[in-house]
Every structure is written in C-alpha cells, then in structure tokens.
C-alpha cells in the first residue's frame, strides 16, 4: 500500500506511456487487461479514476467503455460512459455471441427491457423463467 500522502495524481503520471492514440497504463494489471491504482483508501480501476479525475463522476449503473478497445488505455478522450447492455453489445460482433441475437427465450419471452437482465459474464438471462425457477426451488425446499 503506497504511503497516504501520496496523492494518485502524483503516482499516476509515472505509470503512464503516452503513444500517438492511447496513453497505456504501465502499473499493475488484472487479468482482464485492466489497469489498477490505489486511491480512495483503495484499489480501483485506473481507466475509471481517470475518467472521474479528468472528465467527471460515472453515473451510478453505468459503465466505461474503451472506443479504442485497449483495455489499459486510460486516455479520458478514448472512454465513453455507456450502459452496461450496450457496452456489451458494442464489445464484439455478434456473429461471435449468437446469443446476443436471441430476441425470445425458449418458453417465448420476449428479451428486451426489464424481461432480461445480463450478467457480469455477459450472458444474458429471462427474468420470468428465473423467477420460475426460484418458486420451483422454493417449493422443493419447503417440501
């Protein structure tokens, strides 16, 4: 843990190797490709603090997603703050992820809106059937 009177600013700038598009996040990085950096009394994503440094707050349910696609870039330029179902979509083709042209589940439910919610993984799951299943489970258990 950096001392506290470090401010992240002051150990961010080191870290960073500014090329002619991205400026590439040169500390530690996940296995995910994201950078990470110590600053509100903890580790947190480096493309997001910079984005809130430079730019402003993310609102609350949204997410950063990269233009340029290097997950270690922290330019604020390359960052758009985005929902979570349209950085996904945005992520890759979806002749990739089949399942991102579903527009029904298998029982008929249509998935769009509050009918589906998409997981961290980015799959995406029918809130009907799922609730359905909860109950099936509930009655199980109960018996």
């Known amino acids: 843990m950096p001392p506290k009177s470090t401010h992240p600013i002051e150990r961010f700038w080191p870290k960073v190797e500014r090329t002619d598009t991205c400026w590439l996040w ?14 509100y009394g903890r580790n947190v994503r480096v493309h997001r603090w ?7 707050p ?11 696609r290097v997950r270690h870039c922290v330019n604020p330029a390359h960052m758009e703050v985005v929902t ?8 890759v083709p979806c002749a990739e992820k089949p399942w991102l042209r579903k527009t029904h589940c298998k ?7 509050d009918n589906v919610y998409i997981t961290p993984r980015g799959t995406r ?6 609730r359905k299943r909860n109950r099936d489970y509930m009655r199980r ?3």
């Open 107 to 113: 029982r008929g439910h249509e998935l769009v809106g």
């Open 26 to 39: 040169l500390g530690s990085i996940s296995n995910y490709g994201y950078g990470s950096i110590w600053a």
């Open 84 to 91: 979570n179902a349209e950085n996904l979509r945005r992520q």
């Open 141 to 143: 258990r109960a018996a």
């Open 125 to 130: 799951h029918c809130r009907p059937c799922q």
């Open 58 to 68: 993310i609102p609350d349910g949204l997410v950063i997603d990269h233009l340029c």
């Open 50 to 56: 910079a984005y809130e440094h430079f730019v402003g």
